[in-house]
T-cell receptor, first 115, second 113 residues
Framework: DTEVTQTPKHLVMGMTNKKSLKCEQH?????MYWYKQKAKKPPELMFV???????INESVPSRFSPECPNSSLLNLHLHALQPEDSALYLC??????????????FGQGTRLTVV | AQSVAQPEDQVNVAEGNPLTVKCTYS??????LFWYVQYPNRGLQFLLK??????LVKGSYGFEAEFNKSQTSFHLKKPSALVSDSALYFC???????????FGTGTQLKVEL
């Protein structure tokens, strides 16, 4: 199994809503990532988890709250988002952080629209 | 500063012709370089990587890439393009101590009949 599974595929939420994005992998990877991607642009790193601990937060606004409840699961909790937060949110994993020669595996993404 | 650059926003090529998507890098230490492809509204798919050894790396779907240390380049190539190769291509490398995958700005490849 070399898949990273993200749910839901599409999400429309109001600015006062609370929602969560889910990411799951069963490859035994201990590094997991959240990226945000705008149309035709490269992915922008948001958070990195290493062995279930947050190791990098790229100065992301607090309305985005990550959570890594176990080694297979990564969540992104969303609250009071703005329309400019509409984007494709990508999850990725790889065996560990620090090893610069290992590729990351990406999920298919969640297309988020904030109205 | 460590970075990856893709000088072309778009590359157009006729089906059956060879294609090249360019990438240059500026990273400290040994360069480990990656190519990913993204189809519309999909995630990124890993194509190939350069770690060490042969300068010509073979990857998925008939793609290959040529590493050139003197020119600090890692260009993606395919001998005969297909319309289905039309997609957004990203070159990438790890920076910041190996934790952050840094992407180039992306190159839109359009293969026409």
């Amino acid at each position: 199994d070399t898949e990273v599974t993200q749910t839901p595929k599409h999400l429309v939420m109001g600015m006062t809503n609370k929602k969560s994005l889910k990411c799951e992998q069963h490859m035994g990877h201990r590094a997991m990532y959240w990226y945000k991607q705008k149309a035709k642009k490269p992915p922008e790193l948001m958070f990195v988890y290493s062995y279930e601990k947050l190791s990098i937060n790229e100065s992301v606004p607090s309305r985005f709250s990550p959570e890594c409840p176990n080694s297979s699961l990564l969540n992104l909790h969303l609250h009071a988002l703005q329309p400019e937060d509409s984007a494709l949110y990508l999850c990725a994993s790889r065996p560990t952080t620090g090893a610069r020669n290992t590729e990351a595996f990406f999920g298919q993404g969640t297309r988020l629209t904030v109205v | 500063a460590q970075s990856v650059a893709q000088p072309e926003d778009q590359v157009n090529v006729a089906e059956g012709n060879p294609l090249t998507v360019k990438c240059t890098y500026s990273v400290s230490g040994n360069p480990y370089l990656f190519w990913y492809v993204q189809y519309p509204n999909r995630g990124l798919q890993f194509l190939l990587k350069y770690i060490t050894g042969d300068n010509l790396v073979k990857g998925s779907y008939g793609f290959e890439a040529e590493f050139n240390k003197s020119q600090t380049s890692f260009h993606l190539k395919k001998p005969s393009a297909l319309v289905s190769d039309s997609a957004l291509y990203f070159c990438a490398a790890y920076t910041g101590g190996g934790n952050k995958l840094t992407f180039g700005t992306g190159t839109q490849l359009k293969v026409e009949l």
